[in-house]
Structures are given as C-alpha cells and as structure tokens.
C-alpha cells in the first residue's frame, strides 16, 4: 500500500526557513524514481495549488512565480523522500503543504503538513 508522510510543517516567523520531508512507502526505489513528485499547498478558503515539481531524476525543477527564488526542491530516491526547502517565509505562505506523486494516470496524496507563518 503507498503511503505519503509529510512532516517538517510548523509556526515560522516572516523571513524564516522550514524544510518540509515526504516520505513514500510501498513503492520500492526504482519505482519511485519513476515518479514526479509535487507539493501543493492549500490556504484557508482558497484552491489548492500547485507550488513545486520535480522530475523523476531531479534533473528538473518547476515552481510558481509565487515561490521563485525563494523555495526549492530536491529528492533522495535511494531514500524514497523529496524535500521542499522554503526561505523567507511569509504570511502568505501560511497553508497546509501537501506532497503529490504522480505517474501517467496514476497518483497519490499525502496526508499535509500544516505550515503557519507569522509573528
């Protein structure tokens, strides 16, 4: 059964740091490398949105322009994880942080990780 953890969420002051972890089990390596793995967040009433890709080698990157050259995004497929590194936290940041995988037409969620940032 694949599961996604997040973990790594928290309260953060503006301009702090926090790095948020997903876990994939269920899948074995070579199959999880396979995968594109995103992050969307979702804020108090609004859509959930997408803020971060990366491909299944980690040779590539996409973000929203909202994020840009604040957050980035990498992975371990050895240990089956994808980080999303966010810098310079703000106020509008504050959501709960979900880890996606997806594969043609297959996909899983995470469960999120809530995210507040403020002082």
């Known amino acids: 059964q694949v599961q996604l953890v997040e973990s790594g969420g928290g309260l953060v002051q503006p301009g702090g740091s926090l790095r948020l972890s997903c876990a994939a089990s269920?899948?074995?390596?070579?199959?999880?490398?396979?995968?594109?793995m995103n992050w969307y967040r979702q804020a108090p009433g609004k859509e959930r949105e997408l803020v971060a890709g990366i491909t299944p080698t980690g040779g590539a990157t996409n973000f929203a322009d909202s994020v840009k050259g604040r957050f980035t995004t990498s992975r371990d497929n050895a240990k089956k994880t994808v980080y999303l590194q966010m810098n310079s936290l703000k106020p509008e940041d504050t959501a709960v942080y979900y880890c996606?995988?997806?594969?043609?037409?297959?996909?899983?969620w995470g469960q999120g990780t809530r995210v507040t940032v403020s002082s």
């Open positions: 269920g899948f074995t390596v070579f199959t999880f490398s396979s995968y594109y």
């Open positions: 996606n995988a997806r594969l043609a037409g297959s996909g899983y």
